[in-house]
């Protein structure tokens, strides 16, 4: 962009990883400025095979417009973002369960990830999900090769977490100076409603901040209260929401 230049109000970028998976041309597209018309007149110009588009709620006049460009419109989900400003909020409080530990993934822990994302995410819905052409994919693939990619990286970090020395819990996170973003979360069946979720956000936010981080970000769909409740009581608030649309050009 030169300078003087406004912003441009979209983003686009190819999924290589995503293409493969469903030998499709995969890309992916999110609208961040008012004007809507560059990014569907990209649309019109090179559609990819598949479109996978996120818009902010508040524009959902727009979904009719994704729909006239001639492919098979799919609403995926409902998305909701809470930031967490951890210089105000300071470090999570409450008392730590001394058997609870975290410590980071490194990669030979490939296939105890792999089995704990089997039973973590099993029937978790998802956008993918939504879309009918999606129907025959194994997704938890996808998420095992999203968590793997996390281990041993410089920005992206893997840590998984132990109660009394067995693993319950992991997280994958993307660690800036700007920011920590939870990529991927979740607590094994066997330990939910035991306070494992609370104990993982509370260590996860504290290795944010001890790698000088002044701000978590974490996502999920609308749907997943729980969370969100867990979110709200640990100084987190409502940032954004937004569709995921998905266009399947090649329907």
Known sequence: MREGEPPPSFTMADSPVESTRFGRRVRRYELS????GPLLDSLRADPPDLAIVRIPTRRGELITQFGALGGELVLGDCRVIYRRDNLAAGL???????????????????PLL??????IFAGYHTHYVSNPRLAGFP????????TRAHVGGRDNRCWIAELAGVPCAFTTAHVTAGEGEVVLNGVLPAFRGQGVYRALLRATIGAFMEAGAPTTVIAT?????????VWVTEGFALAKSE??????FDA
Do not use: C, S
């Open 92 to 110: 999570p409080g409450g008392a730590a369960d001394p058997a609870f530990r975290l410590r980071a993934a490194v990669p030979t822990d490939g």
């Open 33 to 36: 400025g008012e004007d809507a």
């Open 221 to 229: 769909q609308i749907d997943n209260r729980a969370v969100q409740r």
């Open 243 to 248: 569709y995921t649309l998905h266009i399947n």
């Open 114 to 119: 792999d089995a704990m994302v089997e039973q």
């Open 139 to 146: 997704l938890a693939d996808g998420y095992k090769e999203w």
